[in-house]
């Protein structure tokens, strides 16, 4: 039985601009197995640095968030609106990302409620294909969670279009 988490997401503020580009630089080297975007580090050991200074500061339809465990970060989630979303969705789950000993844990199931808890409505989402533990992640997350889930294949990322009540 797993014990009770104390897992919460905050909004990211300008004050977070060095968490976020470190936490992302984490992120960007669990993607470098499955992408080619991410194949050298910058002269300061960062694999794209501008990828924070792009999104931040967040303008309107960007949702990202600091995934916390007891006041203390384990990993980040980006959704966006609509005017960033495929068409036919209202949302777009863009990241998600827990270091990994909080992966298997239930924090990502919690952050994800917490971010679907005041957006309803249709959702997609793409994960690499490669990645067979995130595809399995959201099958089995989406199956509990949402309803009208369709899975397609658009190499190289599953996509997945749900809806959420």
């Known amino acids: 039985m797993r ?4 897992v919460s997401i905050r909004p990211v503020e ?3 601009r060095l968490l976020i580009k ?9 993607l ?4 080619s975007d991410f194949e050298c580090l910058d002269e300061n050991g960062y694999f794209a640095p501008e990828t924070v200074n792009e999104i ?9 968030y600091i995934i916390e465990e007891n006041a ?4 980040f989630v980006m959704a966006t609106d609509q005017s960033y979303a495929p068409d036919g969705a209202d949302f777009c789950l863009e990241e998600l990302f827990l270091i990994r000993k909080k992966r298997g844990t239930g924090a990502a199931e ?3 409620k917490e971010i679907f808890k005041n957006r309803a409505g249709k959702w997609a989402l793409e994960v690499y294909r490669e990645n067979a533990r995130a595809v399995s992640f959201w099958t089995r997350f989406l199956d509990c969670t949402a309803e009208n889930i369709s899975k397609t294949d658009a190499p ?5 279009f749900f809806t959420v009540k």
């Open 110 to 112: 919690c952050a994800m």
């Open 72 to 75: 203390r970060p384990i990993g």
């Open 56 to 64: 931040l500061p967040f303008g309107d339809g960007v949702f990202p």
């Open 22 to 30: 470190n936490i992302f630089n984490l992120y960007q080297d669990e």
């Open 3 to 6: 014990k009770k988490m104390n």
């Open 32 to 35: 470098s197995v499955y992408s």
């Open 14 to 16: 300008e004050k977070d």
């Open 156 to 160: 190289p990322f599953i996509r997945f």
